[in-house]
């Protein structure tokens, strides 16, 4: 029985990181021989699609993702674990309301609000800049949902009640009790964040004109795009983007499992 | 108690947005540093279709949204050399995106750019939306007669303005295996092989010869979709009338003429751009490839790099067609339109950038006067006519295949007609016992499933 389970997750592993493999394998060949057949030894081209992918910015590119995604954390975090504060641990007027309208937003395809955004950050003055990428995070309705319910789940009235009687402030408390606490709620909530602004296409996309502005997704979709597309340099790029996404895996995984699966044996 | 507390976290928190929100609007000001572009009418010269009178005189920025980074690279330096004061600047925009990204950019009144680049794939699209300016009017003066009569139809739109000009011109014939024609039809120069395909039912009859001989080891094209390409581009019917699609005048021949070569067994059934397509090129198990001038870099040698000195070019059957090009166009409410134009009338048009364009990119003008000027650099062998066993490839497009050819009527429904398209033939290659009516049919229901707004025939 045990051998069995072993065979499915050796199977089931080799299955979820053949993909992987064939992209960095792929980053190594030269482009036209790609479409010879799936290469699965490592070809001999890998410098040339190095230079492909360097020759066009992409370290620039590389720091405006970082910056963008690194800032999307720390804004939706933010805002996220303050509302889902506010409405799972405070009474107050139009708190379900609130919670509603959170859930309201949820329903929204980004899609939808895309030309009012553009229009908004137009009128901040804001356009043409990193900004309304970044800025996008800062009213994100999971995050507050996630935040609202992880809070009710984890972390119990008695103890808030214990810290005000001891004489905690109100930040206090926040800071030194809440936020401990959440640790894996925010570390999902940050992998979540990291990840989705990090693979972000649309509003890059629309919201950005100028190259020196764009973002990983949206340069390696503009390279090697003359009457040829060069996959093998666009694969060599995509190598080096996910890379630092999945350290973050790894290095976070045990409180993103923990976050992910919170509440979830509680009654 | 709780309250008043809440009270004060509430008014930290708005302070804490107020600030971001005044950081953010102070980034974008540092950021939003593009100057509006402005072009000072010099002296009272007003600029002619040719070139304005004095380039010194014309500034501004110009905001080009383009794929081609290398080619603005190359030539904005060539164009800063006559135009000093104007300052060209390139966002790379892939074309997949391009018409989402200029869409959003109007409706959102936001950045959008001076010069406006129409692909293929959109440009009956780009046309329709009505941004681009036409310009035969001022104050571009552009003079249609001046470029080869047939792309006229290409930079057009539904209402007969010319509205942009051809980035390069995209005449197409067929690449050809030479090793193949000489060992199974006795001849590989272009001349005799025109005379041999000068129909399609030539064109049949050669290449049930061709499959016999071979043992059905060398069949005419890889797929079905190569054929149609052809056929379509062949057929430049005006087929579209306001929201009027009539598909049976468009489509019926070609679909006609394909399925006949179907049956004959002369095509392969590789899909368009499949690996197994491209990799067909260098195997020699088709004879022919529908090729435009940016074949043999792009395409041909790519695909086949060993295979130098046995490809050849021969015009299509019966008449030229175009494949591929881009469509040039100025943004009707741009603030910089005598700068954007003096950039694209140089870029594309004129002497200079026409001859930096070829010797560098291989990309041929639209324009006809170069030609004649400069007739000995078409003499002059090109950089792949080796490779294309000594044939002078420019020449054979300028002389074989250009002057019979006529331009497809631009319509937004292009786009639907191709999607469509690649939609179906894949199950033409598979169920060779769909009839033309029924396929005709089933084209005309899929299009009206992706373009409800039209009342098709």
């Known amino acids: ?267 | 108690m709780n309250n008043r507390k809440l009270g004060k976290w509430v008014g930290g928190f708005t302070s804490f947005a107020l600030l971001a929100g005044l950081l953010a609007a102070c980034g974008g000001n540092g950021n939003e540093a593009s100057p509006s572009a402005s072009s000072p009418a010099a002296g009272g010269a007003s600029p002619s279709a040719s070139a304005p009178a004095d380039p010194t005189q014309l500034s501004g920025t110009v905001k080009v949204w383009d794929w081609d980074e290398t080619f603005q690279n190359g030539m904005i330096p060539e164009f800063n050399k006559k135009y000093p004061n104007i300052k060209v600047e390139v966002t790379v925009v892939n074309p997949n995106d391009y018409l989402q990204k200029l869409q959003s950019g109007i409706a959102s009144g936001s950045d959008v750019p001076d010069v406006i680049l129409g692909e293929e794939a959109y440009r009956g699209k780009l046309f329709d939306l009505d941004v681009l300016d036409n310009l035969e009017g001022a104050p571009y003066n552009f003079d249609r007669s001046g470029v080869l009569d047939y792309t006229i139809p290409f930079i057009s739109n539904s209402r007969g303005e010319v509205v942009a000009v051809d980035q390069a011109i995209t005449p197409a014939g067929f690449a050809y295996r030479r090793d193949l024609a000489k060992q199974y039809w006795g001849t590989d120069d272009p001349a005799e092989l025109a005379k041999l395909l000068s129909n399609w039912d030539d064109f049949i009859a050669k290449g049930v010869e061709l499959k016999d001989k071979s043992d059905g080891k060398v069949l005419m094209f890889p797929g079905l979709g190569d054929a149609f390409l052809v056929l379509r581009n062949q057929n430049t019917v005006s087929y579209v009338n306001g929201s009027e699609v009539d598909l049976t005048a468009k489509l019926q021949q070609p679909i006609e003429t394909l399925f006949k070569m179907r049956d004959a067994g002369i095509l392969g059934k590789n899909e368009l751009w499949t690996p197994a397509w491209s990799a067909s090129m260098a195997k020699g198990e088709f004879m022919f490839y529908p090729m435009a001038p940016w074949g043999p870099k792009w395409h041909i040698s790519a695909n086949d790099p060993e295979g130098s000195g046995r490809w050849g070019l021969v015009k299509a059957p019966e008449v030229g067609f175009a494949r591929g090009g881009t469509a040039v166009g100025i943004y009707k409410d741009s603030k910089a339109k005598e700068a954007a134009w003096a950039f694209v009338q140089f870029a594309y048009q004129s002497e200079e950038g026409s001859l930096y364009n070829f010797q560098t990119f291989g990309n041929m003008t639209s324009n006809k006067e170069f030609y004649e000027k400069q007739k000995a650099l078409f003499e002059a062998p090109g950089a792949y006519d080796e490779f294309f066993g000594g044939q002078n490839l420019s020449q054979y497009f300028l002389q074989e295949i250009i002057p019979d050819m006529k331009g497809q009527p631009q319509s937004k429904y292009d786009s639907v007609v191709d999607g469509v398209f690649n939609a179906l033939y894949p199950l033409w290659t598979k169920d060779a016992s769909t009839t033309v009516d029924a396929a005709l049919e089933k084209f005309k229901t899929e299009f009206k499933n992706k373009a409800s707004d039209a009342t098709v025939k």
């Open chain 1, 1 to 267: 029985m045990k051998a069995l389970m072993w065979i499915c997750l050796v199977v089931i592993s080799l299955l979820s990181l053949f993909p992987f493999y064939i992209m960095t394998v792929m980053g190594t060949h030269y482009n036209e021989d790609l479409f010879k057949g799936i290469p699965i030894l490592p070809g001999s081209y890998l410098q040339e699609n190095l230079k492909t992918v360097l020759k066009a910015d992409f370290l620039h590119v590389y720091g405006n993702s970082l910056i963008v995604s690194v800032a999307s954390v720390v804004l939706a975090t933010l805002t996220s674990t303050l509302i889902g504060y506010a409405v799972a641990k405070f009474e107050f007027k139009g708190r379900k309301w609130l919670q509603t309208f959170v859930i309201l937003t949820m329903m929204v395809p980004t899609q939808v609000g895309l030309i009012g955004y553009i229009i908004e950050m137009r009128h901040l003055g804001v356009g043409n800049t990193l900004w309304p990428v970044i800025l996008i995070w800062a009213a994100f309705p999971f995050g507050a949902f996630f935040m609202i319910q992880f809070m009710r789940d984890s972390i119990p009235n008695d103890l808030l009640e214990c810290a005000r009687i001891d004489g905690c402030s109100e930040p206090g408390i926040f800071v030194r009790i809440v936020l401990p606490i959440m640790k894996p709620g925010l570390a999902t909530l940050a992998t979540l964040v990291f990840l989705w602004s990090w693979n972000n296409y649309l509003l890059p996309l629309v919201t950005i004109n100028k190259s020196e502005w764009y973002t990983l997704p949206i340069f390696i979709s503009n390279l090697g795009i003359v009457h040829r597309t060069d996959y093998a340099a666009r694969m060599a790029a995509l190598t080096m983007t996910t890379i630092p996404v999945l350290i973050l895996f790894i290095l976070g995984s045990k409180t993103f499992m923990k976050g992910l699966t919170a509440g979830a044996v509680k009654g």
